[in-house]
């Protein structure tokens, strides 16, 4: 059990040291792994949401991406990752900023009208 819990950890530090270098494919590997060795904690899915933030796409951040595994973060059935309340609020605050700035297509309804 001690082994599994310092592993978990270690994979999560891991792919913390990958992500504050850019590179997010090895992040991604490091908190998939550490997820996939204790399912239940919700920390390594907030790091993938973190990830999916942070990532290029054409589109931009991948926002839903982000939604999924902060949800996934927070139903975590054995240690949900509290951290992630805080997280998924911002998101949405975010975005709502981005819609108010950018507006939605094909819609004329205004996000204060909301």
Do not use: C
Request: no cysteine; aromatic share 10%.
């Amino acid at each position: 059990n001690g082994v599994v819990q310092n592993l978990h950890r270690f994979l999560i530090h891991l792919g913390d040291l990958h992500r504050y270098a850019s590179s997010f494919s090895k992040a991604e590997e490091g908190y998939t792994r550490a997820s996939r060795l204790a399912p239940g904690k919700g920390n390594p899915y907030n790091q993938l949401a973190v990830v999916a933030q942070l990532r290029d796409s054409p589109q931009g951040p991948l926002t839903a991406v982000a939604l999924y595994w902060y949800a996934r973060s927070l139903l975590a059935s054995r240690d949900p990752f509290e951290t992630s309340r805080a997280n998924l609020a911002r998101l949405f605050a975010t975005n709502r900023v981005w819609l108010e700035d950018h507006g939605t297509v094909g819609d004329d309804v205004s996000m204060t009208d909301a």
